[in-house]
C-alpha cells in the first residue's frame, strides 16, 4: 500500500487497517517459521506497510 492511498483513508478506517495488517504480519511469521513461505519479500513488505500506516496515524495525532 502506498503512502498516499494510506493518507487518503481516515483514521477510524485507518486504524482498523492497522490492526489487520498486523494480525496478517504475525499469521505470515508464524507460517514463515513452520515452513518457508513462497515470496519471503512479503514479510519484509508487510512490516515496511504496517510502519507507513502507523507513521501516518502519528503524524496526525501530533497535528491535531
Avoid: C, D, G
Avoid at 17 to 38: A, D, G, M, W, Y
Wanted: net charge positive; aromatic share 2%; hydrophobic share 30%.
Amino acid at each position: 500500500m502506498k503512502i498516499a492511498e494510506i493518507k487518503e483513508l481516515p483514521t477510524n478506517e485507518l486504524q482498523e487497517r492497522l490492526e489487520t495488517e498486523e494480525q496478517k504480519f504475525h499469521q505470515l511469521k508464524l507460517n514463515h517459521s513452520i515452513s518457508p513461505v513462497e515470496n519471503p519479500s512479503s514479510i519484509k513488505e508487510a512490516r515496511r506497510t504496517i510502519a507507513r500506516m502507523k507513521t501516518v496515524l502519528r503524524e496526525r495525532e501530533l497535528n491535531k
